[in-house]
């Protein structure tokens, strides 16, 4: 099961590009300390990466706080004018980083999300974007719109991406609501992606959304922790709200969800930061044990803590 060790952090305000969130932290591990990044929000609501380092030992000891985005938003009309958020970072073999991220596009009444590129050169200080258009956008697999890739790089040179993919949105409440699954895709330079028909997490009674994979490779498994939801009322509702999800496969392409062994879920005390809710996880190990850093409350309003698995 996994043990909750509480809130590691959350934006105080006084920074212009992060006045509240800290949402979808990954951690990006360096030799002495973990980096975490997250994507934080303007006073416009815009979103933009940047980052703190953490003590692996005890992630709630925070060693520094970046006073910048490490990522600029898109010029007039771009794909990410209104909004980037971190997904992934690839370490590649001549010591650049890559950052796969979530670009976001206001619209009159909703939002439209598609998938970006850019580069660091200076250890994950800084990024730029590798084309001012995206790698991923709508299509005729991505109706709405594709997001917040999980990418594995195997030994063998393909590339693997599992994704969100925006399939329809229905008026609830006055208000047009997406919903979206789970797909995946394969690459021979992490650039060009052959998306698969098969769903990795398909719509069902209660899965009207998929937020965030997280996938990693143990014993020849490929295993993923994912946050899930309903379509009606989830903002208000915590029966209807994010919970943390768990799923296997052998191929990468064909999945089997095993919620059952999440050993993760909302807080039942009405206190805590994920009683409402409990998504965004991005899974890590250091020193042979495993971590969970995850969102809770407000969809990252709330910060982001961590969990220890103990068997």
Not at 154 to 174: A, N, P, V
């Amino acid at each position: 099961m996994w043990q909750k060790k509480g809130v590691i952090y959350k934006p105080d305000g006084s920074l212009a590009h992060s006045r509240s969130h800290a949402q979808v932290p990954f951690a990006y591990k360096h030799p002495d300390f973990l980096r975490v990044y997250f994507s934080s929000r303007d006073d416009n609501g815009y979103s933009r990466p940047t980052f703190i380092d953490v003590d692996y030992d005890d992630p709630t000891k925070i060693l520094y706080i970046h006073d910048r985005p490490v990522l600029e938003l898109g010029g007039p009309g771009e794909y990410d004018e209104t909004g980037a958020m971190p997904a992934w970072f690839v370490d590649m073999p001549n010591g650049d980083i890559w950052l796969y991220y979530t670009g976001w596009n206001r619209t009159w009444n909703s939002y439209r999300l598609s998938m970006g590129l850019a580069v660091s050169h200076d250890g994950g200080l800084s990024f730029t974007k590798m084309f001012r258009g995206p790698i991923m956008d709508r299509s005729i697999e991505n109706p709405l719109w594709a997001a917040q890739p999980s990418v594995i790089r195997e030994d063998d040179g393909t590339w693997r991406m599992w994704y969100i993919s925006g399939h329809k949105c229905e008026y609830i409440h006055g208000y047009p609501e997406p919903y979206y699954r789970g797909q995946s895709a394969t690459s021979t330079d992490g650039i060009h992606w052959k998306i698969s028909d098969v769903p990795t997490l398909d719509f069902d009674d209660f899965l009207h959304a998929v937020g965030r994979p997280s996938v990693f490779k143990e014993d020849g498994i490929y295993k993923m922790y994912y946050s899930y939801r309903h379509t009606r009322d989830y903002r208000i509702d915590r029966n209807q709200s994010y919970r943390l999800g768990y799923a296997e496969s052998v191929d990468g392409e064909h999945w089997e969800r095993k919620d059952n062994l999440v050993g993760i879920h909302k807080s039942e005390n009405p206190e805590d930061f994920d009683y409402q809710m409990i998504d965004y996880a991005n899974y890590y190990t250091h020193n042979g044990k495993k971590y969970l850093l995850y969102n809770g409350n407000g969809f990252g309003a709330a910060g982001f803590g961590y969990a220890v698995w103990e068997d």
